[in-house]
């Protein structure tokens, strides 16, 4: 649960970054804030119909891998946007492989994994607290990522997430996220 905890606040709450950093892409490219905004709808309607799909996954393949996958995914698209120079790679990157990301490392993984963990008496505690990650990655990651804005750049605030993603977080997940008691 706590790994779950972890490792929502980290994806979910660095998937917000985007909204922190638009104004400084408008600035820096020149780019409409229309044309930004759509990304981010692109983004938000495709996690949407993609955690479908991920439900579907997580019978099929197990959740732990899916939301290894998703989080390794998000921290390299993190990584992939402090490269970017063109509005193309914002659609690519944030928008459709982005989202894919995301829709892996969502609560509709853990939700199957928490199911397999805990009785029917314990299950919604557990459930309730491994996705308050969500809440907590933005409460914390997103004024985080303002503050390496403020001082060091758009570029920093990416890759500062995705050095932790993948350097910290991701080697703790896999070293402690389990599929099921019995592992």
Excluded: C
């Amino acid at each position: 649960v706590f790994v779950l905890i972890g490792m929502f606040a980290l994806s979910s709450g660095s998937r917000f970054t985007f909204g922190v950093v638009l104004k400084s892409l408008q600035e820096q490219f020149g780019w409409e804030r229309g044309a930004l905004s759509l990304v981010a709808s692109t983004s938000l309607i495709l996690v949407s119909l993609l955690q479908i799909v991920t439900g579907w996954l997580s019978d099929q393949v197990g959740p732990r891998r899916l939301l290894i996958v998703g989080f390794a995914l998000s921290a390299f698209v993190l990584l992939g946007m402090s490269l970017m120079t063109q509005l193309w790679q914002v659609y690519l990157l944030y928008g459709i492989v982005g989202a894919l990301g995301f829709a892996l490392a969502s609560p509709v993984s853990a939700t199957a994994m928490v199911n397999r963990w805990f009785g029917q008496r314990n299950r919604g505690t557990a459930l309730s607290i491994a996705t308050a990650g969500v809440a907590v990655g933005q409460i914390a990651i997103t004024p985080l990522s303002m503050y390496l804005l403020l001082h060091g750049g758009w570029q920093l605030s990416y890759q500062a997430l995705a050095g932790f993603m993948l350097l910290i977080g991701l080697p703790l997940v896999l070293l402690l996220l389990r599929e099921a008691p019995e592992e």
